[in-house]
């Protein structure tokens, strides 16, 4: 079992940044890669970024490139997503998840919530225009 915690979400004018955080506890040294998603209000969950947890190759969603950025501190069992330039359209409640079956990051967009294992509980952010 893997157990996940986020943090960081919050309201944000458009145009801020935020930096969630995702720490993992119990056995970690399962994880084989970690990621992020969000879900909109009124939508389907979905892709937003990954990493490796060896290597730190990430993948994320084209339209988020440039903006959103995932980091890894193994030390710390911890992978952090960056988001800069927020726009009304990111307001989302946003989901941290691994995978422990080593599906790699590139196909995190296309199995969505079948990609991850375990997954936290979610931060709110709301961007407000």
């Known amino acids: 079992q893997v157990h996940l915690l986020e943090a960081g979400g919050g309201l944000v004018q458009a145009g801020g940044s935020l930096r969630l955080s995702c720490t993992a506890s119990?056995?970690?040294?399962?994880?084989?890669?970690m990621g992020w998603f969000r879900q909109p209000p009124g939508k389907e969950r979905e892709f937003v970024a990954a990493i490796a947890w060896n290597d730190g190759r990430t993948y994320g969603m084209d339209s988020v490139k440039g903006r959103f950025t995932i980091q890894r501190d193994r030390g710390k069992n911890a992978a952090n997503l960056q988001i800069d330039m927020l726009e009304p359209e990111d307001t989302a409640v946003y989901y941290c998840a691994v995978d422990v079956q080593d599906r790699g990051v590139a196909t995190a967009r296309a199995l969505g919530i079948f990609w991850g294992d375990f997954w936290g509980l979610g931060t709110q952010v709301t961007v407000s225009s």
């Open positions: 119990g056995q970690t040294s399962s994880i084989k890669n």
